[in-house]
Nanobody
Framework: QVQLAESGGGLVQAGSSLTLSCVGSGMFPRAALGWYRQVPGKQREPVAAITSSGITTNYADSVKGRFTISRDNAKNTMYLQMNSLKPEDTGVYYC???????????WGKGTLVTVSS
């Protein structure tokens, strides 16, 4: 079991930076983790993922070069550093955990990011 809680969302202007955090419990240090986002009327989409060791990461094409995913297993925390934000980055961002990137079994409740133009 893994429990997850996101924080750090907010309203920012285009071009700004924002860092999201996800604090977990249970098997968090041994789980692959990911960030997903969803906007009304659209399916939830993967943004970034990281393996349990933190060695391997992958990103959606739309955020490559702007977002960085990282984790600190000693603090049971995952981060998403978001730079050069665009209005199309607006959405509810969810933290997820599972046995491997792309195979997520546990989800947080989400944090809203709004990027104004």
């Amino acid at each position: 079991q893994v429990q997850l809680a996101e924080s750090g969302g907010g309203l920012v202007q285009a071009g700004s930076s924002l860092t999201l955090s996800c604090v977990g419990s249970g098997m968090f240090p041994r789980a692959a983790l990911g960030w997903y986002r969803q906007v009304p009327g659209k399916q939830r989409e993967p943004v970034a993922a990281i393996t349990s060791s933190g060695i391997t990461t992958n990103y959606a094409d739309s955020v490559k070069g702007r977002f960085t995913i990282s984790r600190d297993n000693a603090k049971n925390t995952m981060y998403l550093q978001m730079n050069s934000l665009k209005p199309e980055d607006t959405g509810v961002y969810y933290c997820a955990a599972g046995p491997a990137p792309g195979y997520m079994d546990y989800w947080g409740k989400g944090t809203l990011v709004t990027v104004s133009s």
